[in-house]
């Protein structure tokens, strides 16, 4: 924990594996690796390695080696971290000892052999009598090998903590916190591990102390806790989940089964309501044998959990557990919990409450940090036709409400006033073909007979309701220009339909293709085959249920992702399935085309987003952190960001450009479901099972706003075409319509809220609510704004 590190000395004992040591750079950001190293990047995104300078000796390439690594980076006096060593009681573990002593006295590391001659209780005159050097080089790589066996198996009695008071983890060969990147100052070179491997992430539960002790010892914080001020209590009760996950854990894990049943009976009534399924859960681990194999308690383990909490409350907790020598519990806030300190007032309770929940706390406030364009990327020039006077008229008149907002202000912001925009060429984006043009002149026609919306002119609704789909409708898209509606089904087929006159037709067979003048002006018409037309087309292809569904911008193509893993891309000419993307091993949720066509963007089971493009086989990006499944994604109106919402509770925003996440949102406390962009591309709206909508600034990257109405999951969401109105679709069989354009303004952005993450939401979100619309019995899964701004809903009927 950088945060806490006060300047301390420290040694960590490593075993190496055969051949020379492996020199990895410290890994920047999460990026698109799974896992992370060290206290430069230990968050929310699984990482669990240590980061150590280190200095290799002994053995040739074939032997093990002993790594000691050393940071000296403390003043004359500090008090030193006692390292966890074995007890020189028997004479090979005291020949062991020896020899370590005797290596850091000829490194001249005076500090670090007397904090562990102290540990080991050994007087100098011991270890300055034993042997001649000789005889400690014949001790050889058995030596090195038998004293990383002892320390990784956690010798007799229990491991020697930190001294309250340090901001460093106690070292073992396990997991020792990093002291930062190796100074001049500071032996040998940097080694990140990657992902930890099950029996050493639980080993760092065999050290432990007194399995009576535990509930006296959590009931003692607990007590101090809430016989503190109120300003303290509020942020300090955040301890109380962390902690008592990781108390029961190490009594199941060192196999003090009763305790570990009392325990979690006497305390876990007093956590709050949103870790309830999180409990559950918890309360089936029962035994040593159960931790191997459960995700979410390695998850626990290796990702840090967060809490932020203002620095006179921490040096509260710091002075009551050095007063009371809680060893126990300071040994767990230093070695699981990651304390992100911050000067200025404490938080609230609303405040915090609006902020946790998620699987590991709260975000870090570095996450959220880095620079996002959030702009929109200038328009190309097109030239509108005009068909005739009336429609020159009516498109000089309607040009300022769309086509020069689209175009001129906010194309020329991007080139000009607009610091936001992303560089043109910052990604590669697909050039516009003459149908897209085609299209975007249709588009800024219809633009011109669109309604402004607000809360005196709200939209009117068209529920399309599948009828008869015996609840095993699980997506739904509609194209942007609202002609084709597809629904993916629970028995593994996609269906596409036309809401329009206009018939679903093939392209003919390449014999009838060879008669067809390809000179002619309707060539386009000509290929389709007049026998195949019909309102529905069946797609089939999938072995599993269809979870996910969308339409290329052209309207050429469909994305479907299925339980069976695959994502498939489907010819809307020829009804046929083109590609099947195997990347994902477990089932795919969601995909998403990008708003310029080509990239897509798929989240699944396997906990990662996968970025693809239509003509590569293979991923071009994994976006890896979250803890649990990624249930949906979405593009960023420009293309060079992708959002993400996961069962862990968070929300993710990626960098399109290097994989790395640049936004991490924590606030909800369910899985989150549904995702969507302001139109402009500043804000966030994120929907999830605890039936609220979640509003981001992906700016400053801070909430702002919380919509309370919905009594069920919130499956869809949608911001109008020109951002004035958010429509929300739940399982409670509502679409409510809340006023965005009152949500977004005047947001507290100033630089202290940004900086400590002081958000203070409206206390009734009510006063945005612009309207209910219920259904009979029909959980809305999608919606969509036409471009006039009509309001498509679209769900199955579920009788009762």
Same mark, same amino acid.
């Given at each position: 924990m950088a945060a806490l590190a006060e300047e301390q000395t420290e040694v960590a004992v490593k075993l190496e594996p055969e051949g020379p040591p492996t020199l990895l750079p410290p890994q920047a950001g999460d990026g698109a690796g799974e896992g992370s190293g060290g206290t430069t990047n230990n968050g929310p995104n699984g990482g669990g390695g240590n980061v150590a300078a280190s200095s290799s000796t002994g053995g040739d390439g074939g032997t093990p080696k002993l790594t000691v690594a050393v940071s000296t980076a403390a003043p004359a006096g500090a008090a030193p971290v006692p390292a966890a060593a074995p007890e020189a009681g028997a004479p090979h573990d005291r020949q062991t000892l020896l020899a370590v002593l005797q290596f850091l006295r000829q490194s001249n590391l005076r500090e670090?052999?007397?904090?562990l001659r102290r540990e080991a209780r050994l007087l100098e005159e011991a270890v300055a009598g034993s042997g001649a050097p000789g005889e400690v080089d014949s001790v050889g790589a058995e030596v090195a090998s038998?004293?990383?066996?002892?320390?990784?198996?956690?010798?007799? $009695?229990?491991?020697?903590?930190?001294?309250?008071?340090?901001g460093t983890s106690g070292v073992t060969a396990v997991s020792g916190s990093a002291s930062g990147p190796a100074a001049p100052g500071k032996v040998g070179s940097v080694a990140v591990e990657d992902q930890?491997?099950?029996?050493?992430v639980l080993s760092a539960y065999s050290q432990q102390g007194d399995p009576t002790m535990y509930e006296e010892y959590y009931s003692g914080l607990k007590h101090f806790i809430e016989c503190s001020l109120d300003c303290h209590r509020a942020e300090l009760s955040q301890l109380f989940y962390p902690l008592f996950v990781h108390m029961y854990l190490e009594l199941v894990y060192n196999q003090h089964e009763n305790e570990a049943k009392s325990f979690f009976e006497r305390f876990h009534g007093d956590q709050e309501c949103y870790?309830?399924?999180?409990?559950?859960?918890?309360?089936?681990?029962?035994?040593?044998?159960?931790?191997? $194999?459960?995700?979410?308690?390695?998850?626990?383990?290796?990702?840090k959990f967060v809490l932020r909490i203002s620095r006179d409350s921490y040096q509260l907790l710091k002075r009551h557990l050095q007063e009371k020598q809680n060893n126990q519990i300071w040994n767990i806030v230093q070695e699981h919990l990651y304390i992100d300190i911050f000067d200025g007032m404490p938080r609230s309770k609303q405040q915090i409450d609006a902020m946790v929940g998620s699987l590991a706390g709260e975000a870090k406030r570095e996450a959220n940090k880095s620079k996002v364009f959030f702009g929109l990327l200038k328009e190309p020039e097109i030239e509108v036709p005009l068909d005739d006077e009336d429609e020159e008229g009516e498109n000089e008149e309607g040009k300022p409400k769309k086509k020069k907002p689209k175009k001129d202000s906010i194309g020329s912001k991007s080139k000009k006033q607009d610091p936001n925009a992303p560089p043109q060429n910052r990604i590669p984006l697909p050039e516009l073909k003459d149908s897209d043009k085609l299209d975007k002149i249709m588009n800024m026609k219809e633009t011109t007979k669109r309604v402004r919306l607000g809360p005196d002119c709200l939209p009117s609704i068209c529920f399309y309701t599948f009828l008869n789909a015996y609840q095993g409708l699980t997506a739904v898209d509609v194209t942007d220009d609202s002609s084709l509606i597809a629904g993916g089904f629970a028995d593994s087929t996609v269906r596409v339909w036309s809401v329009t006159p206009k018939k679903l037709r093939s392209v003919k067979q390449a014999s009838d293709l060879s008669l067809i003048d390809k000179e002619s002006d309707d060539v386009l018409e000509r290929i389709m085959d007049e026998k195949t037309a019909s309102e529905l087309k069946i797609l089939y292809g999938h072995s599993g249920p269809v979870y996910g569904a969308s339409f290329s911008p052209d309207r050429n193509y469909?994305?479907?992702?299925?339980?069976?893993?695959?994502?498939?891309?489907?010819?809307?000419?020829?009804?046929?399935?083109?590609? $099947?993307?195997?990347?994902?091993?477990?089932?795919?949720?969601?995909t998403q085309f990008s708003p310029y066509g080509y990239y897509f963007v798929s989240g699944g089971h396997d906990r990662v987003a996968r970025l693809w493009a239509t003509d590569h086989y293979q991923p071009l990006r994994i976006f890896a952190g979250h803890l649990a499944d990624v249930n949906c994604t979405r593009f960023h109106p420009n293309s060079n960001y992708v959002a993400t919402g996961s069962a862990d509770r968070t929300v993710r925003l990626w960098d399109v450009l290097n994989g790395n996440c640049v936004r991490i949102f924590t606030g909800h406390k369910g899985p989150i479901h549904s995702l969507t962009f302001s139109p402009n591309g500043r804000f966030l709206a994120t929907g999830a099972t605890d039936g609220r909508v979640l509003l981001w600034d992906i700016g400053h990257g801070l909430m702002v706003g919380e919509l309370k109405g919905h009594t069920d999951t919130v499956c869809s969401l949608r911001f109008s075409r020109d951002g004035e109105i958010l429509a929300s679709g739940s399982m409670d069989n509502t679409v409510r319509l809340w006023d965005a354009i009152k949500a977004f303004e005047d947001l507290e952005t100033d630089d202290f809220t940004t900086a400590t993450g002081h958000i203070n939401l409206p206390e009734n979100s009510q006063e945005l609510l612009l309207g209910t619309y219920m259904t009979k019995s029909t959980p809305v899964v999608h919606l969509h704004f036409t471009r006039r701004n009509l309001v498509l809903a679209a769900g199955a009927y579920s009788p009762q």
């Open positions: 670090a052999e007397e904090a038998a004293l990383l066996s002892r320390v990784t198996a956690s010798a007799p $009695g229990p491991a020697a903590p930190d001294p309250p008071g340090t930890p491997d099950v029996s050493a870790y309830q399924d999180d409990l559950r859960v918890l309360s089936s681990l029962t035994k040593k044998e159960h931790m191997k $194999g459960n995700e979410t308690m390695l998850d626990f383990r290796t990702s469909l994305l479907s992702s299925s339980e069976d893993g695959t994502v498939r891309l489907w010819s809307l000419q020829t009804f046929t399935c083109l590609v $099947g993307y195997k990347g994902h091993n477990y089932p795919v949720w969601d």
